[in-house]
């Protein structure tokens, strides 16, 4: 699948033309960003991306790369805030907390794209609502609040999780 060489490079397969798509972005500025946030040089040749540069630099760009593989692998597109996500929990050491986050799939659009956390306060607050049955959220425009709570909402309402609530 993906292999390690001494010259400070490593190699990953990549599934499908999409994900390959995915991965690299419009015009390549996915592969651009991740070459700026951890200083590797990042190529797709084919259906492989490889990864070059000093030891650390590929070892970032690495991991950069393995914790947004939930999202590129389905073929959808990586985003600037989701690469900005990984890189913050790769910064902070919170690595195993995000890679679940690709997992956390609420819905999907009609046009086909999963509509799902993309931060881990994003994911706690999705969290916390499907465990408590009242949930406060607080926070600044433009973050989610409203957007979560819906698609929690209409997800409980089509029966995808089961809830008794009893009025007697």
């Given at each position: 699948?993906?292999?390690?060489?001494?010259?400070?490079?490593?190699?990953?397969?990549?599934?499908?033309?999409s994900a390959a798509?995915?991965?690299?972005?419009?015009?390549?500025?996915?592969?651009?960003?991740?070459?700026?946030?951890?200083?590797?040089?990042?190529?797709?040749?084919?259906?492989?991306?490889?990864?070059?540069?000093?030891?650390?630099?590929?070892?970032?760009?690495?991991?950069?790369?393995?914790?947004?593989?939930?999202?590129?692998?389905?073929?959808?597109?990586?985003?600037?805030?989701?690469?900005?996500?990984?890189?913050?929990?790769?910064?902070?050491?919170?690595?195993?907390?995000?890679?679940?986050?690709?997992?956390?799939?609420?819905?999907?659009?009609?046009?086909?794209?999963?509509?799902?956390?993309?931060?881990?306060?994003?994911?706690?607050?999705?969290?916390?609502?499907?465990?408590?049955?009242?949930?406060?959220?607080?926070?600044?425009?433009?973050?989610?609040?409203?957007?979560?709570?819906?698609?929690?909402?209409?997800?409980?309402?089509?029966?995808?999780?089961?809830?008794?609530?009893?009025?007697?």
């Amino acid at each position: 699948m993906s292999e390690a060489t001494s010259s400070g490079s490593f190699l990953f397969d990549i599934p499908d033309s999409s994900a390959a798509v995915a991965l690299s972005g419009l015009g390549q500025k996915n592969l651009h960003r991740i070459e700026n946030l951890t200083g590797a040089s990042c190529v797709i040749r084919g259906l492989e991306l490889q990864i070059s540069g000093r030891p650390s630099q590929v070892e970032r760009a690495r991991i950069l790369i393995e914790l947004i593989r939930p999202i590129w692998q389905e073929g959808q597109l990586v985003e600037q805030v989701d690469l900005q996500a990984a890189i913050n929990s790769l910064d902070t050491g919170r690595t195993s907390a995000h890679a679940s986050l690709g997992n956390l799939v609420l819905a999907r659009s009609q046009r086909g794209k999963l509509l799902r956390p993309r931060t881990l306060r994003q994911k706690g607050y999705v969290e916390a609502m499907e465990t408590h049955d009242l949930t406060l959220a607080l926070g600044p425009a433009g973050t989610g609040k409203t957007f979560f709570s819906n698609c929690s909402c209409s997800k409980n309402a089509y029966g995808k999780k089961s809830r008794e609530t009893n009025f007697n």
